[in-house]
């Protein structure tokens, strides 16, 4: 599954002050809440989001499993971020139960709802959708 999608756009500059709510260097609020926007006109319900050490948490309404999107900064480039959906497995196990719950038909449809989000942004370039593996492990 494609779950980790980079890309460059000028538009989403940090908060003055942003740097208070996340670590120093790191931002990606304006584009956590243009998703936000973007996925509840798609038809997800997606929460505000929530400032972590490395970036921003928009939870996702979702039964059956926790399911949100991670977002910042790529600092690989000076315009550069980086969402990522969790979880990124196509199953995962029940909590404290025996069997498994298929996340891939969710997750993909929050892959695609994104990806028309971005497309429809101009300023967007360079997208590219990457698997966990491939991006945790390029060229093997």
Known sequence: MKTHVEFRSAAFPP???EEDDIDPGLYGKRLAEFLVRGLNA???????????DWGWVIPIQNEGFRLWIG????????DGFLC???PHQPTIRKFLFFGRI?????????QQAI???LSAEPSITNKRWWSF???TRPGK
């Open 84 to 86: 990522f959906i969790e």
């Open 15 to 17: 908060y003055e002050g």
């Open 102 to 110: 298929n996340t891939a038909p969710r997750v993909t449809a929050l």
């Open 133 to 135: 593996e491939e991006f």
């Open 42 to 52: 798609q038809g997800f319900h997606a929460y505000e989001p929530i400032a972590e």
């Open 71 to 78: 977002c910042g900064n790529y600092q690989e480039y000076d």
């Open 115 to 117: 990806d028309q989000v």
